[in-house]
């Protein structure tokens, strides 16, 4: 959960400002896109293992 203490002399604008930043460095937008529609189980581990071998090529490609 992502707390703003509103500080002395601060503006909306800067608070809402302070408040986006904070939900975007904890995940918090990422995780609800996640969430937004179910995947079933098989669709992730495809898309993990499909990561992961995208992931494993580029690093063979890359010299040493």
Do not use: H, W
């Amino acid at each position: 959960m992502v707390k703003l203490l509103v500080r002395d002399r601060e503006t909306i604008q800067e608070a809402v400002r302070r408040f986006r930043k904070l939900v975007e460095r904890s995940g918090l937008k990422k995780e609800m896109r996640r969430r937004e529609y179910y995947e079933k189980p098989s669709e992730a581990r495809r898309r993990s293992r499909l990561r992961a071998e995208r992931r494993a090529s580029s690093n063979r490609n890359r010299p040493a």
